[in-house]
């Protein structure tokens, strides 16, 4: 989907069977980003009912619990899975990004997201922080769907970032 302008606020609603944990919903923000403001906000929305999912995904986040460090596990030889801190790192500096998700707070703010229990709540803060009236996108099924931007120089960030190498030492 092609857009002219980025909004102060993206939803992501993330459909089945990308929305059975955080590590799969992570492809549900991936593909809107684009369609974020620097210092906007994107919510993602998946009852994660598997969890995290992925096992080495929560041993990377024990290795590497300091979220302002992730940035620079791009120099790093790869592991499975480390991709994933790199770009939420990537994404950190760009927006914030909000999780409302069936997982308790805790662990959402582990893996770099702001929790919620509901999109009403999500709204309500990411209101606050952008200020109103604010410009609002909802992308549903946003694990399947692509947001670029009509005249953005860096139209196409987000195809660089899902077919280019990630930048780890192999």
């Known amino acids: 989907v092609e857009i002219e302008q980025p909004y102060d606020i993206v939803i992501g609603v993330i459909n089945p069977a990308l929305d ?21 906000v994107l919510i993602m929305t998946a009852p994660c009912r598997e969890g995290v999912g992925a096992r ?48 308790s707070a805790e662990e959402v703010r582990r893996y770099g997201y702001l929790p919620f229990a509901s999109l009403d709540d999500a709204m309500a803060e990411a209101l606050g922080y952008v200020g109103t009236p604010a410009r609002v996108l909802i992308v549903e099924d946003s694990a399947l769907t692509t947001i670029v931007r009509k005249h953005d120089p860096i139209r196409h960030e987000l195809a660089r970032l899902t077919t280019e190498p990630e930048r780890f030492d192999v």
């Open 20 to 40: 059975a944990s955080l590590y799969q919903a992570m492809k549900g923000w991936e593909l809107p980003m684009a369609g974020v403001r620097d210092g906007g």
């Open 56 to 103: 080495f995904y929560k041993r990377l986040i024990e290795e590497y619990p300091d979220r302002a460090k992730w940035g620079e596990l791009e120099t790093k030889q790869y592991t499975l899975g480390l991709h994933k801190l790199v770009r939420t790192a990537r994404a950190l500096r760009r927006f914030r990004l909000f999780a409302v998700t069936d997982m």
